[in-house]
């Protein structure tokens, strides 16, 4: 069965504060992975796919790496506006995301 | 294109009472999936359509909640007999076969 863990499960940070948040998962077959941020109340808003072991992809001050069994997503110098939850989902292509059930970040300025 | 659409955005009902939810897709998609999602949880795939046939439904799609997608474009799930431990959020997403699925605002339902 796919398993995905998110850690930590919640995360502050005072404003400039970078840090990383860490995607663990058991997926066989992984064709990608997806990661997702979530403002409270609204739907998750896609921010990259990672497809291979080694690819890096980045937006602003967000930077998404893998490995064949774990993800990161690096936030350097945040914002308070980076605040939000985000989430990460390996998927095998054809078949419905398994989400993990997210980090929380909270950026005080 | 304006995304992927969701109505209504909030729904109170009465426990027993029966709802449904729509959900508009991004044109070119030809995916369409529901996800439910409670408090603290990520999403959880309840079940997708590629065009107007239902492909897969999760086990936690219990006799009581039915999806349609007539002619491949809009999609409807509805909950019969609703249940308090059916309140959550209902999100909708679409993608072009397996990339990306792009989320609407979902719909917040709220049983008493």
């Known amino acids: 069965e796919d398993q995905v863990t998110q850690s930590p499960e919640a995360l502050r940070l005072q404003e400039g504060e970078s840090s990383s948040l860490n995607c663990s998962y058991t997926?066989?077959?992984?064709?990608?992975l997806f990661w997702y941020r979530q403002d409270p109340g609204k739907g998750p808003e896609f921010l990259f796919t990672l497809y291979s072991a080694g690819e890096e992809k980045e937006k602003e001050r967000l930077k998404a790496t893998l490995t064949k069994k774990e993800s990161f997503l690096h936030i350097t110098a945040p914002k308070p506006e980076d605040s939000a939850t985000y989430l990460c989902?390996?998927?095998?292509?054809?078949?419905?995301?398994?989400f993990g059930k997210g980090t929380r970040l909270s950026v005080i300025a | 294109d304006t995304g992927v659409s969701q109505d209504p955005r909030h729904k109170i009902t009465k426990r027993g009472q029966n709802v449904t939810f729509r959900c508009d897709p991004i044109?070119?998609?030809?995916?369409l999936y529901w996800y439910r999602q409670t408090l603290g949880q990520g999403p959880e795939f309840l079940t997708y359509f590629q065009n107007e046939a239902q492909l897969e439904k999760s086990r936690l799609l219990s006799d009581r909640f039915s999806a349609e997608r007539p002619k491949g474009s809009f999609s409807t799930l509805e909950i019969q007999r609703t249940e308090q431990g059916d309140s959550a959020m209902y999100l909708c997403a679409s993608s072009f076969q397996g990339g990306e699925q792009f989320f609407g605002p979902g719909t917040r339902l709220t049983v008493l």
């Open positions: 044109s070119e998609h030809n995916r």
């Open positions: 989902a390996p998927s095998r292509g054809n078949t419905p995301l398994v």
């Open positions: 997926v066989s077959g992984l064709r990608g």
